[in-house]
């Protein structure tokens, strides 16, 4: 039972393990495709779980190998795309039967597996570990499985059969491969050279744990050379050397530290589990020494997008890691766009190349990707990184790296400005993304190119005002704001640009970008709060091309109106569209969506933007009861907040950097009630009316509001912790049980309370 402790006396009254085991991952029978198999990953390799239906491959399991940074040049030229690596099979003696069971231990970030065959059992327990590329499997056979066999294949091994399970790939570029094979000692090496030189190794070993048990130890390393080889080797010999509990042990270690850093518990059980599943794939897609997350995570599968896309998926990707205050994975997307500025600034024109930098739609991980008709890209990949400075509030990040990027990224755009016969500025034709895609649709006044630079010039406004620097652009950022051009609008909304209604259904929210993510478009107007409303229903309405992110996107910008029932309603419908396993796949598997409806879920409790920290700003009416702890918001804030019978009870404020605060609630008082404050030292907590409050608080100081019947005082008072009768306490919300343990294996009927399958 964790019971973390604030100076004023918050109590998190919580058992991570069995709060989190309401949400594993669960089969009953084995899953047969990308599409339902369990996962597992570090940030760098991942194995995905699943087996096949072929009477010929009954008797195998497989754990589908994937590695983020192994790449492959192609002779053709263009980026060098994600490659599959092979896999590691177990194989057994009889067909895998039932009452097999699988199970994602989220706590522990651990695959555990009863495997039933016709000829008898095998126990398995598969991780992947949390700070190295070492993929550690045991097994424990009974005698009718004593034959059973774990096998690697390189990639041009794998069976057709098992390759081709989830569709022939007719898109994706696989290289030549030539396999050789070898042994240092004890450890068994794979080597896959790829045709132009580049390529992956393999490396693993096998030994006895005592009785039946085994174990297998296996790396992946980038390269096909003799260094590639040896420190795989070295790896597989250090990973025996330290022993499997000592292995346990420290992956455990990193992932019992990740979880508690915020906490979220909602009363729809099924979304509750949703999230956490995401948090644990966002931990299992990155770490900050990692690659930038891409379109498939550690997760191979056969793809025709098998790079990295900023239109938007990246973006969506790090949604989630501001709010639920893990920024140490946004930082692996900072990492690359600070390592590879010189490639953003040679992806313009070279006319434009002393002052701006660019971004095209898709690249491998070095970010070399020309800038052509869609040119909003690098803009919007910056707010991702002003989201990150804000939540952190590192001044140096800020100095350092944010401003001078986001400098280039405005100044290109502002080099594209053409002034019109109306006297207003104007862009130039440009992309919509993903609206007429196959025809290459431009269109002038773009809405997204134009709500990404008024964001960029007022942002580096203020950035400038906060450094002080006087900057000599800042003149021309004000003459922009100043004159370009309105968004197109008409009678239904917001217009993809100048004289371009949306004619047909559009999955991509690009033309809504200044309502979210951008908040230049904020709703807090009646006038612009009907502009924002009627564009959101025209946009869904208009039946077509809708994708999961339309959803997300949808419910976000809901949000962001505070229609908290209307957002609830979109991201039940995106999980329509989900896998079994939570995932998400299109032509073929994309990261972004399920990780943009975490986000969402988040905007229904806290949203940050502007000058506010808004708490609950927009819960569905059927939400009685829900409690938050640690979320952080823009200016470095943790937040903590319990909902009970429909009411907020109190809201906790805790400054990480001292920046102001003001903080808007849904408390509306009634006779005799007041908002209290509790807090070790002395804080100032003013009311502003409406349910806003600013609050007067250093850097590491906390305060907690809370509604209380005392009359005849002021309704803002500083009460000492023992004047309040004791600690404030915080802990799961009740769950729906037949919601328990809802993803993993398709359970449809887990919907309607039917007990099938239900854990107890």
């Not at 491969?177 to 992956?200: N, W």
């Not at 109306?422 to 269109?443: C, I």
Request: charged share 25%.
């Amino acid at each position: 039972m964790e019971k973390k402790t604030g100076g004023n006396g918050l109590e998190l009254n919580l058992n991570w393990s069995e709060f989190l085991a309401r949400h594993d991952m669960t089969w009953t029978t084995r899953p047969l495709t990308w599409d339902e198999g369990a996962l597992i990953g570090n940030g760098l390799m991942g194995a995905m779980m699943y087996g096949e239906e072929h009477r010929l491959k009954r008797n195998v399991l497989r754990l589908v190998l994937g590695r983020t940074d192994i790449t492959a040049k192609r002779p053709t030229g263009g980026y060098s795309p994600r490659v599959p690596i092979g896999e590691i099979d177990l194989e057994c003696e009889g067909w895998i039967y039932q009452p097999t069971t699988i199970r994602i231990d989220l706590w522990n970030a651990e695959i555990r597996a009863h495997i039933v065959t016709t000829k008898g059992e095998i126990r398995l327990r598969a991780f992947i570990h949390s700070e190295k590329p070492v993929l550690v499997i045991e097994l424990e056979p009974d005698e009718g499985e004593l034959g059973a066999q774990l096998r690697w294949y390189a990639e041009p091994e794998v069976d057709p059969v098992l390759k081709n399970a989830d569709g022939i790939n007719l898109n994706q570029y696989i290289p030549q491969i030539k396999v050789t094979r070898s042994a240092a000692g004890e450890v068994q090496v794979g080597v896959q050279r790829y045709d132009l030189g580049d390529g992956c190794t393999t490396a693993w070993q096998e030994g006895a744990l005592g009785g039946n048990r085994r174990f297998c130890y296996l790396t992946v390393q980038q390269g096909a050379d003799a260094p590639a080889a040896a420190a795989a080797v070295q790896l597989i010999e250090a990973a025996v050397n330290e022993g499997p509990e000592a292995l346990l042990q420290s992956h455990r270690s990193w992932w019992h530290a990740y979880y508690p850093q915020s906490f979220v518990s909602l009363p729809d059980t099924r979304l509750e589990g949703f999230y956490w599943i995401q948090m644990y794939k966002l931990a299992s897609a990155t770490r900050k020494e990692h690659q930038i997350i891409d379109n498939q995570g550690p997760w191979m599968a056969p793809t025709p997008w098998p790079g990295v896309w900023f239109n938007m998926n990246v973006q969506m990707s790090y949604s989630p890691v501001y709010t639920s205050n893990r920024l140490e994975l946004g930082e692996s997307l900072i990492r690359a766009l600070d390592a590879n500025r010189h490639n953003l600034i040679a992806n313009v024109p070279e006319a434009y190349r002393e002052d701006s930098a660019g971004l095209g739609r898709s690249c491998s991980y070095d970010l070399q990707s020309r800038v052509e008709d869609e040119t909003g890209n690098l803009l919007w990949i910056c707010h991702n990184y002003w989201r990150h400075y804000r939540h952190a509030m590192d001044e140096t990040m800020l100095r350092e790296g944010l401003r001078p990027l986001l400098r280039r990224a405005v100044q290109y755009h502002v080099h594209l400005l053409e002034e019109g016969e109306d006297g207003r500025l104007h862009l130039p034709p440009t992309v919509s993304p993903e609206y007429g895609s196959f025809k290459r649709m431009t269109v002038a006044d773009c809405h997204y190119d134009l709500a990404l630079l008024r964001w960029g010039c007022k942002t580096m406004l203020r950035i400038d005002n906060r450094l002080g620097l006087n900057d000599p652009l800042s003149e021309k950022w004000r003459e922009v704001l100043e004159r370009l051009v309105p968004y197109p609008e008409d009678e239904n909304g917001l217009l993809l640009g100048k004289d371009a209604a949306i004619e047909f259904g559009h999955r991509h929210f690009s033309h809504l970008l200044a309502v979210f993510p951008l908040h230049v478009l904020t709703g807090e107007q009646a006038e612009e709060r009907e502009l924002i409303h009627k564009s959101l229903r025209y946009w869904t309405g208009m039946e077509g091309d809708m994708r999961g992110f339309t959803f997300t996107g949808a419910a976000s910008i809901a949000a962001a109106i505070g229609l908290g029932d209307e957002a609830l309603q979109y991201i039940r419908s995106f999980l329509h569209l989900i896998k079994p396993n939570t995932m998400y796949r299109e032509a073929g598997p994309v990261m972004e969506s399920p990780l943009a409806c975490a986000e969402a879920i988040q905007d229904l409790l806290l949203q940050s933007w502007g000058d506010k920290i808004r708490v609950f700003p927009a819960l569905p009416q059927e939400w009685k009861d829900v409690a938050f702890h640690d979320l952080r918001a823009e200016g470095a804030f943790l937040i903590s907040a319990v909902r009970s019978g429909g009411r907020t009870s109190y809201i906790r404020v805790k400054s990480l950097a001292g920046e102001p605060c003001r903080l808007q609630t849904d408390w509306s008082l009634g006779d005799g009630e007041q908002v209290c404050a509790a807090s070790e030292a002395p804080v100032t907590v003013s009311g502003l009316g409406g349910g806003l409050y600013e609050l007067g608080l250093k850097q590491g100081e906390e305060v907690i509001l809370y509604l209380s019947d005392l009359s005849g005082g002021s309704g803002n008072v500083r009460l000492e912790n023992e004047e309040v009768g004791g600690p404030f306490t915080m802990g799961p919300v009740a769950a729906q049980r037949h919601l328990c343990n809802y993803f993993g294996a398709n359970k449809p009927w887990r919907l309607y309370g039917i007990p099938f399958g239900m854990n107890g």
